[in-house]
């Protein structure tokens, strides 16, 4: 079983720096199939990367995804106001089927 | 656009069972697997389920397994969970997501806005 871990747990930072968020895997993760989500409280989450570093339609390009193997990262520069939130990264393609991180929590400093 | 929303949510007692609707709009729903992902009070995400676009392939985790079946209708572009034998651990926000690649299991393109089940004596 792929165990994803995220860190850190908690990220504060200020409107205007950059955000690196980590994703490790327990084992190398095929074909780079890992996905980025944002989650803002009461609602659903929202698609921001897929297959590690593909955007989502409509996301800005602030947001990027790169890694490969075990080790994973979502960059979000020049934070705006909006991108504070929740994100999880999510593996997918191989068993058992679908894992998500626990998540990181981006907060403002 | 692409549109789902989920109904059935609610306050059952711990053996009890529940059915939980998802209805589609916006794009070609037999197209597409459909799964179900939830979320406990404060907790991370945890998928559930997945259906293939015809309806023939079923994948549970194993925490659902015997206990809940999915299933859809193509012609009222609506996915179900039927849940059996619910326990205080089901307690969650259920979400309906749409995967964009077949064949799945992938990513998750779109959401619906989630309902609550609350598992409880």
């Known amino acids: 079983e792929i165990v994803l871990t995220q860190s850190p747990g908690t990220l504060s930072l200020s409107p205007g720096e950059r955000a690196t968020l980590s994703c490790g895997a327990s084992?190398?993760?095929?074909?780079?199939?890992l996905a980025w989500y944002q989650q803002k409280p009461g609602l659903a989450p929202r698609l921001l990367i897929y297959?590690?570093?593909s955007r989502a339609t409509g996301i800005p390009d602030r947001f990027s995804g790169s890694g490969s193997g075990t080790d994973f990262t979502l960059t979000i520069n020049r934070l705006e106001p909006e991108d504070f939130a929740v994100y999880y990264c999510?593996?997918?393609?191989?068993?058992?089927?679908?894992?998500f991180g626990q998540g990181t929590r981006l907060e403002v400093k | 656009q692409v549109h789902l929303v989920e109904s059935g949510g609610g306050v059952v007692q711990p053996g009890g069972s529940l059915r939980l609707s998802c209805a589609a709009s916006?794009?070609?729903?037999?197209?597409?697997?459909m799964h179900w992902v939830r979320q406990a009070p404060g907790k991370g995400l945890e998928w559930v389920a997945v259906?293939?676009?015809?309806?023939?392939?079923?994948i549970y985790t194993d925490s659902v397994e015997g206990r809940f079946t999915i299933s859809r209708d193509n012609s009222e572009k609506t996915v179900f969970l039927q849940m059996k034998n619910l326990k205080p651990d089901d307690t969650a926000v259920y979400y309906c997501?749409?995967?964009?690649?077949?064949?799945?299991?992938?990513?998750?393109?779109?959401w619906g806005q989630g309902t609550l089940v609350t598992v409880s004596s």
């Open positions: 997501a749409r995967d964009p690649i077949a064949p799945a299991p992938d990513y998750f393109d779109f």
């Open positions: 916006g794009f070609s729903f037999s197209r597409y697997a």
């Open positions: 259906l293939s676009p015809a309806g023939d392939i079923r």
């Open positions: 084992q190398s993760v095929r074909s780079n199939y």
């Open positions: 297959d590690a570093s």
């Open positions: 999510q593996h997918y393609g191989s068993s058992p089927l679908i894992t």
